[in-house]
Nanobody, 125 residues
Framework: QVQLVESGGGLVQAGGSLRLSCAAS????????MGWFRQAPGKEREFVAT????????AYADSVKGRFTISRDNAKNTVSLQMNSLKPEDTAVYYC??????????????????WGQGTQVTVSS
């Protein structure tokens, strides 16, 4: 069974940076795509970033493009999200997600089979 554990959330002022990490268990990590999603209070969970199995292909939501960077280390079974120039509207619980079989990137929550417990990111103005 795959387990995903996020870390690195916290409180930061607008304009600041945070780096989220997600540690994955299991033997399939290096063959499947990973994603980051977020959910603000009263809103639906939304796509943030995705990375393919090798790290050679990434995609971002328009709202974070140019500010956030997703990366992965297959030797360590980790995926990270570097968040720069944070804005109050980035405040949300951030979730790491893993596809079960597919190595290609995906924007869609229902194409991910495993989810972490989430980590809170709060950006003050």
């Amino acid at each position: 069974q795959v387990q995903l554990v996020e870390s690195g959330g916290g409180l930061v002022q607008a304009g600041g940076s945070l780096r989220l990490s997600c540690a994955a268990s299991g033997h399939t990590f290096s063959t499947v795509a990973m994603g980051w999603f977020r959910q603000a209070p009263g809103k639906e969970r939304e796509f943030v970033a995705t990375i393919n199995w090798s790290g050679g292909s990434t995609a971002y939501a328009d709202s974070v493009k140019g500010r956030f960077t997703i990366s992965r280390d297959n030797a360590k079974n980790t995926v990270s999200l570097q968040m720069n120039s944070l804005k109050p509207e980035d405040t949300a619980v951030y979730y790491c997600a893993q596809r079960r079989y597919y190595g290609g990137t995906s924007y869609y929550t229902d194409e991910y089979d495993y989810w972490g417990q989430g980590t809170q990111v709060t950006v003050s103005s």
